[in-house]
């Protein structure tokens, strides 16, 4: 059966979320799948702005909630950027997203997915990354006097720290979960736990 490995690490500032990403980056490989998924203001550009500084992308990552495939090409490995937030479930295919994976059609890299949870067929093998904030008491009258565009997914908001959620799913993404967990073993950096099903 397909092994499958769960961590979830708290990261009590946006330098740790930046790290954990600069950290993946380093850690994959041509025809690598990431499914990013987190509220609006979760921290999923942020998140990518370092996932794709250090592949090498000299480029400021911005999500592409309007152009909705974003490519670049300078780095380490090829980054394709989807953003499915504007799309129905139903349109979706309608992308063709597996001919970026299947490198077919265009040279293999990584391809990351915001709001991957739209996709209707899901592929076999992946890195799942969610963020979200930790529970906590909030002001509810200062959340509620926030000047927000909840349509602009480049909003972080309310705090810095971030539940960080990743599931590898194959024994490729596995590896790549083993190395990141190894790589912060002697680090108070994060804290995280892992679980594994066969």
């Avoid at 265009?106 to 990351?112: I, M």
Wanted: aromatic share 8%.
């Amino acid at each position: 059966m397909t092994e499958t490995v769960r961590i979830e690490i708290y990261a009590d500032n946006l330098g740790v979320t930046q790290e954990i990403a600069t950290q993946l980056a380093q850690l994959v490989s041509a025809g690598t799948i990431i499914l990013l998924e987190g509220n609006l203001g979760s921290g999923k550009t942020t998140f990518m702005q370092a996932f794709g500084s250090a592949l090498g992308i000299s480029t400021t990552i911005a999500s592409p909630t309007f152009t909705l495939i974003d490519e670049y090409t300078e780095g380490r490995l090829p980054l394709y950027h989807i953003d499915l937030y504007r799309l129905e479930p139903s349109q979706v295919p309608s992308l063709h997203l597996e001919e970026y994976w299947r490198g077919e059609d265009f040279p293999l890299g990584v391809v990351a997915i915001e709001w991957a949870s739209k996709l209707l067929a899901i592929p076999p093998y992946y890195l799942k990354i969610n963020l979200s904030e930790p529970i906590r008491s909030q002001n509810k009258e200062e959340t509620k006097n926030l000047d927000l565009n909840l349509e602009d997914d480049d909003l972080e908001i309310l705090s810095e720290d971030r539940l960080i959620h990743l599931i590898a799913q194959g024994e490729s993404y596995v590896d790549i979960l083993t190395a990141l967990c190894a790589e912060n073993e002697t680090k108070t950096l994060v804290k995280s736990n892992a679980t594994q099903h066969f």
